[in-house]
């Protein structure tokens, strides 16, 4: 039995309503009545055996869904974790390629700065 199980008890009438009033019947003979008593409990056996049966098919439904419940967590946290990961990796390389275009940028105006110098000198030997 699982704790999502209702407890069972041992009481030999479980479900089952006893009561004199419902079995009880005015005839003085008693055959007849002992009779109806008798199918009627019959018939209120088999609908327990059939509800006992329908309660086994919803405890392994259960039992099922609880299951599958928590593969589709498992696969969730398993999604969640590789997301994350994707996600600091592609930071980390978001943040190395900034550097790799700064340091682009300042050899592209050390290059353009070195240009200049050149044509200022070019111009003066020129003049």
Do not use: C, W
Request: glycine residues 4%; without cysteine; aromatic residues 4%.
């Amino acid at each position: 039995m699982d704790r999502y199980s209702p407890p069972r008890t041992s009481s030999p009438h479980r479900g089952v309503n006893t009561s004199p009033s419902k079995y009880s019947t005015n005839t003085k003979g008693g055959g007849d009545s002992k009779d109806l008593i008798i199918s009627q409990l019959k018939r209120e056996i088999m609908e327990l055996r059939v509800n006992e049966r329908d309660l086994g098919a919803m405890n392994a439904q259960l039992s099922g869904l609880e299951q599958k419940y928590r593969m589709l967590q498992d696969d969730k946290s398993q999604i969640e974790s590789e997301s994350r990961n994707k996600t600091e990796k592609n930071l980390r390389t978001i943040a190395q390629m900034k550097t790799e275009l700064d340091s682009f940028k300042r050899n592209l105006d050390d290059k353009n700065n070195e240009y200049e110098t050149l044509m200022n000198d070019l111009s003066e030997l020129e003049s």
